[in-house]
T-cell receptor
C-alpha cells in the first residue's frame, strides 16, 4: 500500500530552527509537496521537490532523497505565525497526491 | 489572478438529508478540479477529480457524487447523508494539462451531520 509518515506534533521556540521529517512509500514518484495549514483553514502550497537536493525559499527549505524515500521541511527564524500543521504529500505514478496526516507545529515564545 | 470559491463555509445537516456543495474557479480555463475530505487528525482523502466538463473520476466508493456542469464549476452531492460524512470538505484546482503541478485550495466547508 501507499504510506506517508510524519510526526504528529512538534514544539519549537520562537527564533529557533525546526526540521519536520517525512518518509514515504508510494507506487511511483512524480514529486513531493509541502503545504502549510492553519487551524480551520485550507492548505497553502509551500514547496515542490522532484529531484534530490535542497530547495530554499526564504525562511523555508525542503530537502528530498528519492533513494531513501525521505524529505524534510526546514523552518528557520521561527515566528509565532508559523504555528500550523505542515502536510507532506507525494504525487504517485497516476499523478494523484497521497497525503500524510500532517505535523502540528507549536511555537512557544 | 486565479481565485477559488466554496460555499457554504459551514453546514449542519441531519442524517438522511441531501447535500450540495459548490466550488467555482475564476481566472483560468480548463482546470483540473478536485474534491477532498479531511477528518480531524487525518490526511486529506481524495474523493473525486475532474479533468474536464462531464469527466469525473471517483476514488472512494461512498454515498457521495460529483458533477462538473461547467468548465469552472464543481459540485459535490449526496442524496442521504451519513454521520460518517462529517468533516472538512476542500475543493482544489490545478492547471489543466500539466499533471505534476501544485494544487490550490478553496476555503473549505465544515460539514457536521447530526
Amino acid at each position: 500500500g501507499q504510506n506517508i509518515d510524519q510526526p504528529t506534533e512538534m514544539t519549537a521556540t520562537e527564533g529557533a530552527i525546526v526540521q519536520i521529517n517525512c518518509t514515504y512509500q508510494t507506487s511511483g514518484f512524480n514529486g513531493l509537496f509541502w503545504y502549510q495549514q492553519h487551524a480551520g483553514e485550507a492548505p497553502t502550497f509551500l514547496s515542490y521537490n522532484v529531484l534530490d537536493g535542497l530547495e530554499e525559499k526564504g525562511r523555508f527549505s525542503s530537502f528530498l532523497s528519492r533513494s531513501k524515500g525521505y524529505s524534510y521541511l526546514l523552518l528557520k527564524e521561527l515566528q509565532m505565525k508559523d504555528s500550523a500543521s505542515y502536510l507532506c504529500a507525494v504525487m504517485d505514478s497516476n499523478y494523484q497526491l497521497i497525503w500524510g496526516a500532517g505535523t502540528k507545529l507549536i511555537i512557544k515564545p | 489572478s486565479q481565485t477559488i470559491h466554496q460555499w457554504p463555509a459551514t453546514l449542519v445537516q441531519p442524517v438522511g438529508s441531501p447535500l450540495s456543495l459548490e466550488c467555482t474557479v475564476e481566472g483560468t480555463s480548463n482546470p483540473n478540479l478536485y474534491w477532498y475530505r479531511q477528518a480531524a487528525g487525518r490526511g486529506l482523502q481524495l474523493l473525486f477529480y475532474s479533468v474536464g466538463i462531464g469527466q469525473i473520476s471517483s476514488e472512494v466508493p461512498q454515498n457521495l457524487s460529483a458533477s462538473r456542469p461547467q468548465d469552472r464549476q464543481f459540485i459535490l452531492s449526496s442524496k442521504k447523508l451519513l454521520l460518517s460524512d462529517s468533516g472538512f470538505y476542500l475543493c482544489a484546482w490545478s492547471v489543466g494539462g500539466r499533471e505534476a503541478d501544485e494544487q490550490f485550495f478553496g476555503p473549505g466547508t465544515r460539514l457536521t451531520v447530526l
